[in-house]
């Protein structure tokens, strides 16, 4: 059987509580399953974020990095650092479990792109109502507007083949959280091999998302519809 290394990215912004509360966690299990940690610091964070990480790093030897501010920028800094065959990313809110990266990781030896649902038959998502209806719209706008086939396409737990991605890493220019689409509209124009994996969530209340996004990522979905 083919023997994968892997990444886990963990794009960090103002994420204290989430630090105090998951990282012990996160970092042991990760460690357990020899897995490449990188923690990538998005911009300058306004909390604590970055005294804890330092504190931390000494403990679990974990990769510190630092990027340009947004989400984007942060995945595309870790990309590019990491050594694994298979790469990962994941919310530190632990929104979805960590019993579903074992999962995901096995998934890669057949695709190109696992990426997390929390709209399928088999998902368990407990989310907020104002959320849930924003979300269902804008994965429909995608399919709509961008001839994508993808349920959900913000979901923040994906985990992808790194030659694949690094091939492609240039088309994906967005500095925050439409990088993901272009990621998934990447693959469909490639021809990828992408899994819709179903997965239990939980929104936590420290989310980094704003009202504003919802703006932004329309004007995100418009702007690429009517330049394509």
Same mark, same amino acid.
């Given at each position: 059987?083919?023997?994968?290394?892997?990444?886990?990215?963990?794009?960090?912004?103002?994420?204290?509580?989430?630090?105090?509360?998951?990282?012990?966690?996160?970092?042991?299990?990760?460690?357990?399953?020899?897995?490449?940690?990188?923690?990538?610091?998005?911009?300058?964070?306004?909390?604590?974020?970055?005294?804890?990480?330092? &504190?931390? *790093?000494?403990?679990? =030897?974990?990769?510190?990095? %630092?990027? +340009?501010?947004?989400?984007?920028?942060? #995945? $595309?800094? &870790?990309? *590019?650092?990491?050594? =694994?065959?298979?790469?990962? %990313?994941? +919310?530190?809110?632990?929104?979805?479990? #960590? $019993?579903?990266?074992?999962?995901?990781?096995?998934?890669?030896?057949?695709?190109?792109?696992?990426?997390?649902?929390?709209?399928?038959? $088999?998902?368990?998502?407990?989310?907020?109502?104002?959320?849930?209806?924003?979300?269902?719209?804008?994965?429909?706008?995608?399919?709509?507007?961008?001839?994508?086939?993808?349920?959900?396409?913000?979901?923040?737990?994906?985990?992808?083949?790194?030659?694949?991605?690094?091939?492609?890493?240039?088309?994906?220019?967005?500095?925050?959280?439409?990088?993901?689409?272009?990621?998934?509209?990447?693959?469909?124009?490639?021809?990828?091999?992408?899994?819709?994996?179903?997965?239990?969530?939980?929104?936590?209340?420290?989310?980094?998302?704003?009202?504003?996004?919802?703006?932004?990522?329309?004007?995100?979905?418009?702007?690429?519809?009517?330049?394509?």
């Amino acid at each position: 059987m083919e023997i994968m290394r892997v990444s886990v990215i963990l794009p960090i912004r103002n994420q204290e509580k989430n630090i105090i509360k998951n990282f012990d966690n996160i970092c042991k299990f990760l460690k357990r399953r020899d897995i490449e940690t990188i923690v990538v610091m998005s911009g300058r964070s306004e909390d604590n974020s970055l005294k804890l990480l330092k &504190g931390l *790093r000494k403990k679990y =030897g974990f990769r510190l990095l %630092y990027g +340009d501010k947004g989400r984007g920028n942060a #995945l $595309r800094t &870790g990309i *590019r650092a990491a050594k =694994g065959d298979v790469i990962g %990313y994941f +919310d530190t809110d632990l929104a979805v479990p #960590l $019993r579903f990266v074992p999962e995901a990781i096995r998934k890669c030896r057949e695709y190109d792109l696992v990426i997390g649902s929390r709209y399928l038959k $088999r998902s368990n998502a407990e989310r907020r109502w104002n959320r849930y209806i924003a979300s269902k719209v804008f994965n429909s706008m995608v399919r709509v507007f961008l001839g994508s086939d993808i349920v959900d396409h913000l979901c923040g737990f994906k985990f992808f083949r790194r030659r694949f991605i690094l091939k492609h890493l240039n088309e994906m220019r967005d500095p925050h959280w439409f990088f993901d689409v272009e990621m998934l509209l990447m693959a469909k124009r490639e021809n990828a091999r992408v899994y819709e994996m179903p997965v239990d969530y939980k929104e936590g209340t420290s989310t980094t998302a704003k009202a504003s996004d919802a703006f932004y990522l329309t004007a995100a979905i418009l702007k690429k519809a009517f330049r394509t």
